[in-house]
Antibody, heavy 119, light 106 residues
């Protein structure tokens, strides 16, 4: 079955770089049309799509955050990574990774990893 | 980047009734719209994609309609387990989720 799971530092200080990992199974990111995205949700707020990488290695970014984001994947196509530079308190959120099988809706999500930015 | 607007912000209904909520895109997205359900403390769950196609395992009580800029999610025969926040998400040209509609049972 399809599963995704995020991992991250839990807490980090302002101005640092946040590194997140999405480990998945049950599907292949090398399958044509497959995309894995990062989405975040501050407590009590809506969802914000951040970035994505597709089966062909093409990368996509939220224009409002593009300068701070880097998405990548491993060569075995079982993990996707996200780096966010210069974090501040506003980056405190639960970060999800999610799969898009052929179009840009999200059919499977990981359980999320909570990240707190605090000094 | 387009704007996604959901209304109302909250709904309150009795068990067995029908709830309707709307999603408006600032420009046409054709049928490229999805709906998600998020219960408290849980991960968002895909309900509807392509405006009206139910995801696997979603009860027929959930139905989506609309195209272009105006979309509707209808939940009939409301059950207590339907208490959640419902988000819409266009996926043509932009990927901005709506602010959500909170469904409560009276």
């Amino acid at each position: 079955q399809v599963t995704l799971k995020e991992s991250g530092p839990g807490m980090l200080q302002p101005s640092k770089t946040l590194s997140l990992t999405c480990s998945f199974s049950g599907f292949s990111l090398s399958t044509s049309g497959m995309v894995v995205s990062w989405i975040r949700q501050p407590s009590g707020k809506s969802l914000e799509w951040l970035a994505a990488i597709d089966w062909d290695g093409d990368k996509y970014y939220n224009p409002s955050l593009k300068s701070r984001l880097t998405v990548s994947k491993d060569t075995s196509n079982t993990q996707v990574f996200l780096k966010i530079t210069s974090v501040d308190i506003a980056d405190t959120a639960t970060y999800y990774c999610a799969r898009s099988p052929n179009d840009w809706y999200f059919d499977f999500w990981g359980p999320g990893t909570m990240v707190t930015v605090s000094s | 980047t387009g704007v996604t607007t959901q209304s109302p912000a909250s709904l309150s209904f009795s068990l067995g009734e029908t709830a309707t909520m709307t999603c408006r895109a600032s420009e046409s997205v054709g049928s490229y719209l999805a709906w998600y359900q998020q219960k408290t403390g849980q991960v968002p769950r895909l309900l509807i994609h392509t405006a009206s196609t139910r995801a696997s395992g979603v009860p027929a009580r959930f139905s989506g309609s609309g195209s272009g800029t105006d979309f509707t999610l209808t939940i009939s025969s409301l059950e207590s387990e339907d208490v959640a926040i419902y988000y819409c998400q266009p996926y043509k040209n932009w990927l901005t989720f709506g602010s959500g509609t909170k469904l409560e049972i009276k």
